[in-house]
């Protein structure tokens, strides 16, 4: 079709003259607004802290109760898992000590064990062809402990009253149900990023790692 | 107009013309002549080029999956963990029951080794050892007075420095070993360091329920345990590596699969004595109370 039947139309409108444009056309010039937005430099040090904290308590409580949110892994952080790992290793500390070789793990060898194990475990899922981003995976690694940790706490009131009999089954039960649901609540978050005849593969080793953490709650025996 | 017949032997020569200029690529072969005659004459020429592309793309794969991604990438390690759940636990179970006569890596392995096997096995070996060996001594102080409980992380250390260099140094030494042979006897067959490796961890498996039953206090059963757990695991290693020593002289082939037998017997003796040591020093409690025995424990202690 030739231009000319397109704009058929148009041929008949005229213009003659200048034709009057009203408007206004503002340019922002420095945008205060979104850099008060985006800044958190000029905030009190109150806020940044609660906000950091309240996100760290948000994942706690996804922990408590596994659902299949994606919240832990959208908003990854390691607070979480650093303040989780001190603990337990600060707890293990001060147990008896018959000679120098018998004792229990150091604080040293508690941080190494549960940040090494994440770290081979989220190699291995990556190995295997998995879909989840390395901090992601230590992330969520890391927040499952905290039923360990609890655990840990329980473990260390119950042995006030004794290390032995009845102490030693209710330290048992609690260790293996934390354990167990460390193991659950992990699975649940990571087993979706997983090629499907591989989950076993990926889900052995997250339940080793959680095992071992849980043998050395187990046998914690404070100084007699 | 050719007749199916011809169709058919000019293919053949033209497969094994293939053949002789590349002896290393591999080969397809297309079963039911009835594919090949149906093609035709207009469709025999095609069809021959399809079989050259199809062979040459197929060669090229096998050989570009194994050298295209250098060692600094993530994919060259990724292709060690091409492994499936069933593909893992087939072989574990080939490395525990196997038919005597079958070669676990040809036949188990079918020469596509993984490390994921391996490397799990040898950590929860080492988990293992070191706590059934710490419940062991438990169970073993349980009858002294002045009992303590103590949990030995340090044997967590001593088992993982053993276990993992046996598991790696031992093959590297045989590794280098058969293919120094080799390379002298110029023989065909030799396995890669990888499936050396493979070997050599998923015949650890047999350690893991032993060190479990180890705990149970009886002299008689930790030796029979032993027996049996060497005589699996050390018959996968000797099935294994037997068929490529086999034609060497006689003496490097025995002795080759005797340092193999007698490495393999000193990890598992040594674990057992480390980890598993018996309560010598302890006196069993007798029915009737003894001072002299109390007294002697108090000394030892």
């Known amino acids: 079709i030739p231009p000319s039947h397109l704009f058929a139309g148009l041929s008949d409108v005229s213009i003659s003259g200048d034709i009057a444009v009203e408007g206004e056309i503002n340019v922002p010039v420095g945008t205060p607004s979104q850099d008060k937005k985006y800044s958190t430099l000029d905030e009190p040090v109150k806020d940044t802290i609660l906000r950091d904290l309240k996100a760290v308590g948000k994942k706690f409580v996804h922990v408590m109760y596994p659902k299949k949110s994606s919240a832990l892994l959208r908003d990854w952080d390691l607070w979480g898992p650093l303040l989780l790992c001190v603990t337990l290793a600060l707890m293990l500390q001060g147990g008896s000590v018959d000679s120098k070789e018998d004792r229990g793990p150091q604080f040293a060898e508690v941080f190494v064990i549960i940040w090494f194990g994440s770290v081979i475990i989220t190699l291995n899922s990556k190995l295997l062809g998995g879909t989840i981003s390395f901090f992601q995976s230590l992330c969520v690694l890391g927040y499952c402990i905290m039923p360990l940790t609890v655990a840990m706490v329980v473990c260390r009131l119950v042995l006030l009253g004794g290390s032995w009999g009845f102490s030693f089954i209710v330290r048992l039960i609690v260790v293996t149900a934390s354990f167990s649901w460390s193991t659950f609540a992990s699975t649940a978050f990571l087993a979706d990023c997983q090629p499907p005849n591989r989950k076993a593969l990926v889900v052995y080793p997250v339940f080793l790692f959680y095992f071992v953490i849980g043998w050395m709650i187990l046998t914690f025996s404070p100084s007699a | ?301």
């Open chain 2, 1 to 301: 107009m050719a007749s199916p017949d011809d169709l058919k032997f000019q293919e053949f020569e033209e497969a094994t013309d293939l053949l002789l200029a590349d002896p290393g690529a591999s080969t397809l072969s297309m079963s039911g002549s009835s594919s090949m005659a149906l093609a035709g004459a207009t469709g025999d020429i095609k069809l021959d080029m399809s079989d050259d592309e199809g062979q040459e793309e197929s060669s090229e794969l096998l050989r570009g999956e194994k050298q295209t991604s250098g060692f600094w990438t993530f994919e060259y390690y990724q292709s060690f963990f091409n492994v499936d759940t069933m593909q893992v636990l087939d072989r574990v179970k080939g490395s525990v029951m196997h038919l005597p006569g079958r070669n676990f890596i040809k036949h188990t392995l079918q020469s596509s080794p993984d490390l994921y096997g391996p490397f799990w096995i040898c950590v929860t070996l080492v988990f293992s050892l070191a706590i059934s060996g710490n419940l062991s001594t438990f169970l073993n102080s349980l009858g002294s007075p002045h009992y303590h409980y103590r949990p030995q992380f340090h044997r967590v250390t001593i088992a993982a420095v053993v276990i993992f260099l046996y598991a790696w140094l031992v093959p590297l030494g045989v590794w280098g070993f058969l293919t120094w042979r080799q390379r002298e006897e110029r023989q065909q067959s030799g396995y890669s360091f990888l499936e050396t490796v493979c070997v050599y961890g998923y015949s650890l498996f047999i350690y893991i329920p032993t060190s479990v039953l180890w705990i149970l206090p009886f002299e008689w059963l930790r030796w029979l345990l032993i027996l049996v757990a060497m005589v699996i695991s050390g018959s996968v290693l000797v099935l294994t590596f037997w068929p490529v020593v086999r034609d060497d002289t006689k003496v490097t082939a025995f002795a080759t699969v005797a340092t193999i037998v007698v490495l393999h017997a000193l990890l598992s003796i040594g674990c057992k004595m480390y980890f598993f040591q018996t309560a010598t020093h302890t006196p069993v409690p007798t029915l009737a109370p003894n001072h002299t025995a109390a007294v002697l424990t108090n000394k030892t202690h």
